[in-house]
């Protein structure tokens, strides 16, 4: 059973912007902590933001004033809002929900040009 779908991620030159989307199932959509995560080749997967509970969200200082996190609960739906996109955000996009057990999305590819 698919849990979390995920789409929105492509190719984009940089200091364009791309919006990542993250739908999860009924059943694991409030989980405590829902996140986006990147993995580069060669490199472990990384947080990119994050809620934790409802309301509170956390950035990794390298994407601060340019990533929004944000959700719509009624579509359970979390979003990434890219902005001013840089080449070395490129990486598989990872969406996470989680709360004793883990769920993760399939991952989209981003690519940022020079």
């Known amino acids: 059973q698919v849990e979390l779908v995920e789409s929105g991620g492509g190719l984009v030159q940089a200091g364009g912007s791309l919006r990542l989307s993250c739908t999860g199932s009924a059943r694991i959509f409030n989980m405590p902590y829902m996140g986006w995560y990147r993995q580069t080749p060669g490199k472990e997967r990384e947080l990119v933001a994050g809620f934790i509970g409802s309301v509170r969200r956390e950035y990794t200082d390298a994407v601060k004033g340019r990533f929004t996190i944000s959700r719509d609960n009624a579509k359970r739906t979390m979003f990434l809002q890219m902005n001013n996109l840089k080449p070395e955000d490129t990486g598989v996009y990872y969406c996470?929900?989680?709360?004793?057990?883990?769920?993760w999305g399939q991952g989209t590819q981003v690519t940022v040009s020079s």
């Open positions: 996470k929900m989680s709360g004793g057990r883990e769920y």
